[in-house]
Antibody, heavy 129, light 108 residues
């Protein structure tokens, strides 16, 4: 069965770049049926969608973070990544990678938004000097 | 951006009772593109319902979703102690994807 696993530094200095990777195991990230997402959750707070990417590299971002975020995919390594620059304490959160299936989703010509049927366990990132 | 408002903030019920959780959207959610998740302490969220009323794989039939337009409901019949969690709704009919702030379910 497919599993997702986040990895990356647990501590990032203010103004630096947060970099995380989500490794996909048990199935190819290049399956045309899925879209790959990043979501975060500050301590004790709710969930915020960050961005998503298709295996082809087509990406979409939350406008609230778009100026600081880059999402990328590496099909050879079966993983996708998140870079968030100029971080502040407000970026301290658990970061999750997750999957959306195109079946049952809302799809445009180039993207599908849907429910998240598979999640990684999450990785806590603290922004502090 | 579609804002989702969940109520109540906290719900405290006894085992065997029925829980009714509400999710109200600031704009109509297209074609019932609404999902519900359960998040237990220290865990990632788990998909319960998608398309407003379709149960995800492996979810007990005690969990049911309903609603359309701007008003949606998650009902948990016959509460069990393991249902202790925070429940979130999420809309995917319009970008950016958004979540409600959550309802905390306490089991007495």
């Amino acid at each position: 069965q497919v599993q997702l696993q986040e990895s990356g530094p647990g501590l990032v200095r203010p103004s630096e770049t947060l970099s995380l990777t989500c490794s996909v195991s048990g199935g190819p990230i290049s399956s045309g049926n899925y879209f790959w997402h990043w979501i975060r959750q500050p301590p004790g707070k709710g969930l915020e969608w960050i961005a998503n990417i298709y295996y082809s590299g087509t990406a979409y971002y939350n406008p609230s973070l778009k100026s600081r975020v880059t999402i990328s995919v590496d099909t050879a390594k079966n993983q996708f990544s998140l870079n968030l620059n100029s971080v502040t304490a407000a970026d301290t959160a658990v970061y999750y990678c997750a999957r959306v299936a195109s079946e049952g989703a809302y799809c445009s010509a180039t993207n599908c938004y849907g429910s998240f049927d598979l999640w990684g366990q999450g990785t806590m990132v603290t922004v502090s000097s | 951006e579609i804002v989702l408002t969940q109520s109540p903030g906290t719900l405290s019920l006894s085992p065997g009772e029925r829980a009714t959780l509400s999710c109200r959207a600031s704009q109509s959610v297209s074609s019932t593109y609404l999902a519900w998740y359960q998040q237990k302490p220290g865990q990632a969220p788990r998909l319960l319902v998608y398309g407003a009323s379709s149960r995800a794989a492996g979810i007990p039939d005690r969990f049911s979703g309903s609603g359309s337009g701007t008003d949606f409901t998650l009902t948990i019949s016959r509460l069990e102690p393991e249902d202790l969690a925070v429940y979130y709704c999420q809309q995917y009919g319009r970008a950016p994807l958004t979540f409600g702030q959550g309802t905390k379910l306490e089991i007495k």
